[in-house]
């Protein structure tokens, strides 16, 4: 595939992001923070179940690491933030600071990952012109709150 259809994918799962996470913070002042995390992932389970039974090759669950590599299960862990954070920012900051605030901080670790090499990501220098388009995405989201 071309880039420029990669890239589209992402926008419009970013644009996804947007909708769940409002979904998510409307159904948080329901259920209160962490029970619509808990309802988002009963959920969630559900549907992967349902998936995994209509695309049985899509999970290998007897591959699964020991303990010897127990980090690579902290992603659980992270989705639970990841899930809490826009339920318990949305209804203060909006949806707008918010997802601007998430994607600062999506791109600046990247940023740090990519210069790295961490996790076995290729490795991409961090220079002058991946800074500032950082600091122009940190000045766009102060702009945008205004």
């Not at 992270?78 to 600062?104: C, D, E, K, M, Y």
């Amino acid at each position: 595939m071309k880039f420029f259809t990669l890239f589209t994918l992402g926008v419009v799962a970013g644009s996804m992001i947007t909708i769940q996470s409002v979904l998510n913070a409307a159904l948080g002042k329901k259920t209160g923070n962490f029970g619509s995390v808990l309802v988002l992932t009963v959920v969630s389970i559900a549907i992967l179940l349902i998936l995994i039974m209509a695309f049985p090759n899509t999970a290998s669950l007897t591959n699964l690491p020991g303990l010897a590599e127990w980090y690579l299960y902290l992603g659980g862990v992270l989705g639970v933030a990841i899930l809490a954070a826009p339920i318990f920012l949305i209804p203060r900051i909006g949806a707008t600071s918010t997802l601007t605030a998430l994607v600062v901080g999506q791109l600046f670790l990247a940023l740090i990952i990519d210069h790295f090499g961490l996790f076995s990501v290729p490795k991409i220098e961090i220079n002058l012109i991946r800074i500032m388009g950082i600091a122009l995405l940190v000045a766009g989201a102060f702009l945008i709150k205004q």
